[in-house]
């Protein structure tokens, strides 16, 4: 069966640090990534997405940014973290753009 | 603006009861439907799945109804339990060739009372 893994489960940072947050995916070959960012009692908002290895397509423009070195893992970076982007980071896989998202347990991220 | 502390809808029923979830779609073009359940702290688990070509789709305690004329698409959740407590979301699902991307609704809170 198929499984997602994102760590860390939480992450307190300062603002100007870098940021890296892995995810990776068992069980399954050549699949869809997506990482979603949830503000706190809000819906959530995508991030980045790939569907292959080396591409990613960016939804908002912003600090962050995501690259895909192996066909099952995704991460999501930032060389200098603002307030704002505190949240919880969603990673999630799917078989293809028209068919369901799994997720991982989520990263919560608070810059201070 | 929107307010610091946006409040979700919410919904609180009593165990044993049925819940009904609603969602207003944007998009006409949507075809492919999704609702999920998070629980705090947790990443959101997929609970049933609907695609345009039909308007009711039943899983174990749970249907969903869509309406394309109005573009609404609900969830009933049968004998609710506490363990059913936590947000609900929508997705809807459209674009075109490789760009179809699921956008998702705000979220319902659902509170089971025992």
């Known amino acids: 069966s198929q499984t997602i893994h994102q760590w860390p489960a939480t992450l307190v940072q300062p603002v100007g640090s870098p940021l890296s947050l892995e995810c990776t995916v068992e069980?399954?070959?050549?699949?869809?990534l997506y990482w979603y960012r949830q503000a706190a009692g809000r819906g959530l908002q995508l991030l980045f997405y790939?569907?292959?290895?080396?591409?990613i397509s960016s939804e908002v423009p912003q600090n962050l940014s995501a690259s895909r070195p192996q066909d099952r893992q995704f991460i999501l970076s930032s060389k200098k973290l603002l307030l704002s982007d505190s949240g919880f980071y969603l990673c999630?896989?799917?078989?293809?753009?028209?068919?369901?998202?799994?997720f991982g347990s989520g990263t919560q991220l608070s810059v201070l | 603006g929107e307010s610091v502390g946006l409040h979700l809808p919410t919904l609180s029923v009593q165990e044993g009861d049925n819940s009904i979830i609603n969602c207003a779609y944007s998009?006409?073009?949507?075809?492919?439907f999704i609702w999920y359940k998070q629980e705090s702290g947790k990443g959101p688990q997929f609970i049933i799945d609907?695609?345009?070509?039909?308007d009711k789709r039943q899983g174990q305690r749970v249907t969903v109804l869509l309406n394309k004329t109005v573009k609404h698409l609900s969830l009933q959740i049968a004998a609710t339990q506490p363990g059913d407590s936590a947000v609900y979301f929508c997705?809807?699902?459209f674009g075109g060739g490789s760009n179809y991307k699921l956008t998702f609704g705000k979220g319902t809170l659902l509170t089971v009372n025992p």
């Open positions: 999630a896989w799917s078989v293809s753009t028209r068919e369901k998202l799994f």
């Open positions: 069980g399954t070959s050549n699949p869809n």
């Open positions: 790939s569907v292959g290895i080396g591409q």
């Open positions: 998009n006409s073009a949507s075809d492919y």
């Open positions: 609907i695609r345009s070509n039909m």
């Open positions: 997705a809807e699902n």
